[in-house]
């Protein structure tokens, strides 16, 4: 968990409505290389579509996105992903019928990571198959080779994952990995990206299990009804009455 | 026949489909002989069907042959990249009008023309298509729909290319043996060409457009790329059998965009089994013929083909191709519950 | 120069009334629906079955029309189009194939005596005869009708989407399905309302633009096209997009078969829709958010 000084990713006052609704107003933040930020808040707060924003999927009304000195907002998902910035999914839909390595096949197709591999020997199925050891697929058990669909819910997570690396990201994006497991699988996948983290990878993670994350994250952003109320360490986010009342009300609020 | 609560239906693979999965099908003649025989006796017979078929029913099989182009075209971007093509006519006019011009103004020979039209005909079918490919599959069907009618005013408001009669006179093919054999070769290629390509990395990532375009985009891929890939290979495919229609009975003319052209080859496609491709082949191999033998009722064929299009994409959404390869590879039997 | 601003103005009446149905139905429900074309000219043969061979009152027979083309439309929609929702490949071929078999249908000949609507005979009357002069440019009184009913159906609709129940639950469902299905509005049965007024509102248009020349079935493919032509101009889903652009196609139109001869229209229709697509693909007024058009 460094910090470092690069600078890699600049938000400056993002803003996006829906119709009448202010789903993110005026959010910036700063993100260097080696962190792993965690943005919380309760539910509705605009979470999603800040993740939407960055990756690409959803045009800000306002603001702007400076990475590697290029302003991405409102860049295509693909172009976003072919810089560097990967994301998960919440709803995972894999190839549930094919083996589990063919999932990667898509991505390990996309422009970034054929020129990462060009020059490498063996094919694209031995790639994806040695990601998926990486990620904790046991070659020897062959489970890469189990088709998607009957993969516990732990393994399809890593998968997700397993996706966002074969892009060799600077950036993953992770939209509510722990969701779904139990304390027990988020025990045995932070390893995991704590290895990644190690590897240089940047994190920005998503999340409601506060405890697990604050295990991993060196930096914290809380957001409420489309606004940033809080950022800075974990544990100072968490001391501020604001952050409080918003995951628990206040005195008077019953 | 539905599974009463007393009972229901079982499916287990037959033992041989079993034991000749992928390497292990060498392992033995019978085994290879399973996996084989369908593929064979597509070949084979489509291959010998030219010297047991009278003159007339040959040029059915010509016509035949070109449903089952078109259809394979449909199948291939409606099942593996998610977009609903009906105007196939545009493609049969494109290849024709162009092999034809080529024809009646240069003198090329049909052995060029058609080639050099498959190519052309898809340059200019994927350009024109072009601005809806970065768009929902709808505008698509849309522009589609709408081309082949528009692509008839013009010509007939500007005059142009023989206007309403058309160009007569074209050379045909030097004789019945090539006039089939050409198609029929063409159709074999394209056959098990898609099904090679859809099974290579490409179609996976078609696939992926088709059913999940987001995760796609997150990976990195650009969608409209392709598309555009795979726009330019159905459209190669049926500018060919355009080009060659209009070698094989001499003239081009406004009937290259009719709307049968359009309709058969998804109501054969949607009979024989969407996404299989040999189900495409198979449907356009039956109905061909039985719109041949309904050539007295004039419109009624039409409306027939859209009828049995309803029903099977109602009530047996999975086609004849499916239902007769789970007949092949699984046996079934009631089982009490 | 007068006669360009006025027979314009019609056109663009006459466009806006054929692509309403389709609009209001692709806006609601996402449906697409090619039979659109088809219900059109089916409504003119009814009518004109109804007149002539069952000697019916005219208005008798464009009532009863009406009434079979709402209840084709939903029809389709129960027993075609909804057992297919959520598979758009299905949806837009089912909805295609229905659309030819009606059209097609009716051009057979010969089938137990039925023989078919081919031929340029089939009139249907103008619903006043005569002309009338505006700006020295003689108009015929059916024309004007026509512009009357549009303008009265454009005002109708915004009546009936903003202030009665059933319009304001199309509305809900074309804003947000899964929000109003959460509030109690199904969603099946919307699908299907929708489809019945649009199939009527086809109809209305062919009773009324009819008379102004003669029905024959290639018709069917003509309105269509334009419909979805218009529709994908004004943004497909907006139904203020659809008027609008009716109007700029209507003019446009006009416009070019004026200084340029009738034989571009088409040219000027594929431009336009070429054009729309490459610059602003969510139409004129398209709501969609331009980053889901693209893909």
């Known amino acids: 968990m460094t910090m470092s000084d690069e600078l890699l990713l600049e938000v400056r006052n993002v803003g996006k409505s829906f119709g009448g609704v202010k789903a993110v107003m005026d959010v910036s933040f700063t993100l260097y290389k080696g962190d792993v930020l965690g943005v919380i808040g309760p539910n509705g707060a605009g979470k999603t579509t800040l993740v939407n924003i960055l990756t690409g999927f959803v045009k800000p009304d306002r603001g702007s996105i400076i990475y590697k000195g290029r302003d991405i907002a409102g860049m295509a998902p693909n172009r976003v992903a072919n810089l560097g910035l990967a994301r998960t999914f919440q709803v995972m839909r894999p190839y549930h019928s094919l083996p589990a390595y063919k999932n990667l096949i898509v991505p390990l197709n996309s422009p970034r990571a054929k020129k990462a591999t060009a020059g490498k020997l063996g094919d694209r199925d031995s790639v994806a198959i040695d990601i998926l050891e990486e990620v904790g697929f046991e070659r020897d058990a062959r489970v890469p080779y189990k088709t998607a669909g009957s993969l516990p819910l732990g393994y399809q997570k890593r998968l997700e994952l397993a996706r966002c690396i074969a892009l060799k990201p600077e950036i993953i994006l992770c939209d509510e990995v722990f969701s779904g497991l139990s304390m027990s699988e988020i025990t045995s996948i932070l390893p995991l990206l704590e290895k990644l983290v190690m590897q240089g990878v940047t994190l920005i993670m998503v999340e409601h299990r506060l405890r697990e994350l604050f295990r991993l994250a060196n930096r914290a952003l809380v957001m409420r009804f489309g606004v940033k109320i809080a950022e800075g360490s974990p544990r100072e986010v968490m001391k501020k009455d604001e952050v409080r009342a918003a995951y628990m009300g206040t005195k008077r609020s019953r | ?337 | 120069m007068e006669s360009v601003l006025i027979y314009g103005a019609i056109n663009s009446v006459i466009f806006a009334l054929m692509s309403v149905g389709f609009s209001l139905v692709y806006g609601v429900s996402r449906l697409p629906n090619f039979a659109h074309g088809s219900i059109y000219v089916l409504v003119g043969f009814l009518t004109w079955s109804f007149v002539n061979d069952l000697n019916l009152n005219y208005w008798l027979a464009i009532l009863i029309s009406l009434a079979v083309a709402s209840l084709l439309g939903a029809a389709i929609a129960q027993f075609v189009l909804l057992r297919l929702r959520g598979l758009p490949t299905s949806e837009i071929i089912a909805s295609f194939a229905v659309g030819l078999i009606i059209l097609e249908g009716l051009r057979l000949q010969g089938i137990g005596g039925f023989k078919g609507f081919i031929g340029p005979n089939y009139v249907l009357k103008p619903f006043v005869d005569g002309k009338i002069e505006i700006f020295s440019v003689f108009v015929d009184y059916q024309r004007l009708i026509v512009v009357g009913v549009g303008a009265a159906l454009a005002v109708g609709l915004w009546f009936f989407t903003h202030h009665t129940r059933m319009g304001l639950s199309l509305r809900a469902i074309a804003q947000d399905e899964q929000a109003a299905m959460m509030l109690g509005i199904n969603s099946d049965r919307v699908a299907m309302m929708s489809m019945a007024i649009g199939s009527a509102l086809a109809g209305l248009a062919a009773v009324i633009i009819l008379p102004l020349g003669n029905v024959t079935a290639e018709d069917g493919y003509r309105v269509l096209v334009y419909a979805l032509a218009v529709c994908i101009i004004g943004g497909l889903g907006s139904w203020g997009g659809t008027f609008m652009a009716a109007f700029l196609v209507g003019f446009a139109m006009k416009v070019s078969t004026f200084f340029f001869g009738a034989v571009w229209e088409s040219v000027v229709l594929v431009g336009t829709i070429i054009l729309v697509l490459l610059v602003k693909p969510s139409g004129l007024l398209g709501k969609q958010k331009e980053l889901e058009e693209r893909v």
């Open chain 2, 1 to 337: 026949m539905m599974s009463s609560p007393d009972r229901r239906r079982k499916r287990l693979d037959r033992s041989i489909e079993v034991r000749s999965a992928g390497l292990y099908a060498l392992s033995s003649y019978r085994e290879m002989t399973y996996v084989l025989a369908p593929r064979l006796l597509l070949i084979v017979g489509l291959l010998i069907l030219p010297f047991i078929l009278d003159p007339y029913w040959q040029k059915v099989l010509c016509a035949a042959a070109i449903t089952a182009i078109l259809a394979l075209s449909f199948d291939f971007l409606a099942q593996y990249v998610g977009l609903v093509c009906l105007g196939g006519a545009m493609f049969i006019g494109f290849g024709g009008y162009i092999a034809g011009l080529m024809n009646a103004n240069w003198g090329l020979p049909p052995m060029l023309t058609i080639p050099l039209a498959a190519v052309i005909g898809s340059f200019v079918s994927t350009l024109v298509l072009l601005p809806c490919l970065r768009l929902r599959g709808i505008y698509f069907a849309i522009v589609t729909f709408m081309l082949p009618l528009f692509a008839r005013n013009v010509i007939v408001a500007l005059g142009l290319f023989g206007s309403t009669e058309g160009i007569t006179g074209l050379d045909t093919l030097p004789n019945t043996w090539v006039e089939q054999y050409v198609i029929l070769i063409a159709l074999l290629v394209a056959l098990f060409g898609l099904r090679r390509l859809v099974s290579e990395d490409i179609g996976l990532i078609m696939m992926g457009i088709k059913d999940n375009d987001q995760a796609v985009l997150a990976a990195g891929i650009s969608i409209f790329r392709y598309r555009v890939i795979a726009v330019f290979v159905a459209s190669f495919i049926a500018c060919f059998a355009g080009a060659y229609l209009a070698h094989l009975y001499g003239w081009l003319g406004l009937s290259l965009f009719a709307m049968d052209f359009s309709i058969l080859p998804i109501a054969a496609t949607v009979m024989g089994g969407m996404g299989t491709l040999s189900g495409a082949v198979i449907g356009a191999l039956i109905l061909t013929p039985l719109s041949e033998a309904l050539r007295g009722f004039g419109q009624l064929r039409v409306v027939l083909y859209c009828l049995v299009l309803l029903i099977f994409i109602l009530y047996k959404p999975e086609g004849l191709m499916n239902y007769l390869e789970r007949k092949y590879h699984q046996f079934e039997r009631w089982e009490k519950v």
